[in-house]
């Protein structure tokens, strides 16, 4: 009697369609709102297309989109953010002055070592023991911050006063400045990172397992995956892009003082979230986070060239913030998926 | 007798099925009325219909005589019906007062709290329930869990009702925590409320009920005073005799070599002294009512909770680690009870879901390879590797999480209620697949408490009750009737283990 009505109930009668445009909206949509600016661009202002400006528009966001890269892996795991970003900015950049006398090399090593440190620290505290990442973060942020200013007495450092090496202090300064044939090297490095992160995230083992601990890290448990181990590589990659990201800046600036990456930690958040990456973990794309950081860069140009100051640029900045996570929030809920 | 509840031909209907189909039921003021039944035969339906939680059954309800609308749980509520979950209400950090109050606290003015009435009314409240001595302001997280469980019947005694609902209330509680609450329940008896009482022990509903009502596959049984009936003709009510038909019984594929051979194995607090050993190609079933520690076994023996004490051989050797990562690695799967929070992640494909267990294991073009056969075997449906598990049905999500064991290709895979909540076609592919992989050469250790499904699935059934390993099983004599007295504790196979001991 059963097996007469097996087929029938074998069939599943719900709707099961899923909107393929809204998908495709969710995955690679801000690079539609990119598009959009770049037509009303040139309408708000003749400048804006002429290199001088495009250019401009690349070197204002692409330190930030490398740390941007960084963090979005901590976002992924389902862990908010990384709010360490900025000291670990300025903590890798004032080592790396600040051992400039050992050659530019050994100082470039030393400055990425001292950035992973914390890293590590982050990923260990918030991997084992299971820390709020917002609060960690954020108390490692203003110790580093603490102990830089204590240990270098709220000095700059500037790396051509630093011991005698006048041929590191100098490569080191043009390291920010300096071209790839006609292409600046930190161009290059922003679209490294996100070929690279992007790789990591969708080919490599580890970008599976942190999409299933992003996605429910009970769940990646219980699939026998090492969760501490997975969100404490989140950290590092976070910590590591915000190393470069702020050897960068420090090269840029010609200092190395601890307010260097001051700001970077809502803008790159700002980046990942707009880009796409969703805040409950384990949705998005490092393809995006570029996309969310041009938006930026375009945005701060545009708010320059039509007069706006500084001042109402945070604001607007703020209000894309709030409406971004808000939307996102309402689409998350509708899909019964508000788990962040 | 006053008739406080009467259900006349209520039906509740779910998309396809009737969950529960044109029921009468009453309770009396002063009695306790049990409802029995195994999973799925529609009790928490009803229950769930009698808290107001549907607005679409079909049916009468009387209350105390009039006819109500229960169509939301306020309504049940200002209808002086009170429910008291397994899963307590009661907000933890704050005190036993507030929560006893909760929604009318006493105020002085508009504003103030009137903390004198607040702890007489509380304290009036915990006497009747028999807390008297304890100091209602004390936070509820700080009392025990029993009587966190007496505090939650004294919050619903607050409301006045004339019908409560008590859904499993002794499943947390040891034996003298469970004659405390019967002596509560018959003093709530002799006050003339109505109590609904849901539970699958059924030495403690001979021991407590007046009348007994009986549900199966949504349709009732029969109502009978406890005097009428015996433990054993309950038991053949709950199961009826069609049950044991949806399992062919399969030609066993046990070979002699034992593959997994557990030694004294002991976690303190939740099981002791365990021995038992799976043989290649054989299903063990572990039979026992929840809290037997059957669950918490399965979690010890894949590494996510720790152990105390014993040995585990695999193979002939002794095997240790500390994490399901390594017992993984070892060849001992895990499919937890939990679909939603622990099996799959709801935000990934059915692809991502079926591998996430095996990462390491395979190339991504294998790993396509294996979930498309597995999709094929299991049929998924629909059979898209890509879509979204959440959009797939229970049967379906099921199959899946099967699937991701199955991916991982374990020596030894331990189910832990597979079936739980599943259309019967989906039920039917899961057997059907549990069975090949025992064929195949799989050891299979499956813990559930589909009596049906324990009887006819597996080759042998150990028992376990309280933590404690108590019986043995052949399959040759496994009946249901048989599995569901062991698990309380009775039953020849029980007492015969006992003696020999």
Redesign the interface.
Known sequence: M?SAN?DE??????S?E?NTLSLWISKLGIFIVVGIFLIVGPLVSAKFYTLANLTTILQTVAILGIVAVGVAFVTYSGHYADLSVPSVMAFAGIITVATLHYGIAISLLLGILAGLSIGIINGFVVGVYKANPIIWTLAVEYVLNGLMRWIWGANQIYPDLHGNNGRAASSFVNLARQYVGPIPLVFILLFCAVIIGQLILS?T?FG??L??VG??A?????????VPLTIGIAFLISAFAASIGGIFLTSLVKLGVYSNGTGYDFNAVTAVVVGGVSL?G??GNIVGVLGGTLLLGILVNVLNLIGVSQLYQTIVEGVIFIIVVGVNQKSLRK???DDA | MKTVLEMKQVSKKF??TYAVKTIDFDVFAGEVHALLGENGAGKSTLMKVIAGYFNDYTGEILVNGKTVQLHSPAMAKANGIQMIYQELSLAKPISIAENLLAGRLPTKGTWLLDRKTLIHESKKLLGRVGLGHIDPLVAVEEISQSEAELVEIAKALGNNPSILVMDEPTSALSKEEVDRLFGIINVLKKQGIGIVYISHHLPEISKIADRVTVMRDGEKVATKDITDVTTEALVEMMIGRAAG??YRKRSSSIKEDVKLEVKKLSRRGFFHNIDFHVRRGEILGICGLSGAGRSELARSLVG?DPIDGGEIHLDGTEIQFR???R??AYGLA?L?ESRK????????SVG?NI???S??RYS?KDGKEIVKKLIKDL?V??AEDH??I????G??QQKVLLA?WMATEPKVLILDEPTRGV????K??IHQAVMEMANRGYSVILITSDLPELAGLSDRVIIMRNGHFIGEIDRVDCTEEELLLAANGKGEYVNAIRESR
């Open positions: 059963q097996l109930l074998k069939k599943d009668s719900r099961l899923l080919k083992r599976r397992r999409k299933v996605s429910s009970e769940v990646a448990k219980f699939s026998g995956i090492n409950a384990g949705r899909l019964g998926r | 998309p396809g038909e949806m996510i994490s399901m990562n017992a993984l895990y937890s929070e622990q099996g799959l992640a709801l935000r990934l991502e591998l996430s267990a990462i390491s991504p049929q449906n629909p879509r979204m959440a959009t797939l049905s049967g379906n991701k259309d019967i076609g989906s039917m592919v």
